[in-house]
C-alpha cells in the first residue's frame, strides 16, 4: 500500500454520495501547487493522466 492510498481513502469516506465538479477539482490543483511548489511536477502529471484517461 502508498502513502497516498491512507488519503485517498479518507477522501472518499468524507466524501460519501457527493461529487465534485471538474472546475473545483482544477481549482483546488491550483491552490495546491500555490502553497506546496514542491508538488507542482506530480499534480501536473497527474491532471495529465486524468486527461488522457479516455486514450
Excluded: C, S
Excluded at 1 to 22: P, Q
Excluded at 31 to 37: C, K, N, T
Amino acid at each position: 500500500m502508498y502513502e497516498a492510498d491512507a488519503g485517498i481513502e479518507e477522501l472518499l469516506k468524507r466524501a460519501g454520495d457527493e461529487t465534485v465538479d471538474i472546475n473545483w477539482l482544477a481549482d483546488q490543483m491550483r491552490i495546491f501547487v500555490d502553497l506546496h511548489p514542491q508538488w507542482e511536477e506530480a499534480i501536473g502529471r497527474f491532471a495529465v493522466q486524468l486527461a488522457r484517461e479516455d486514450d
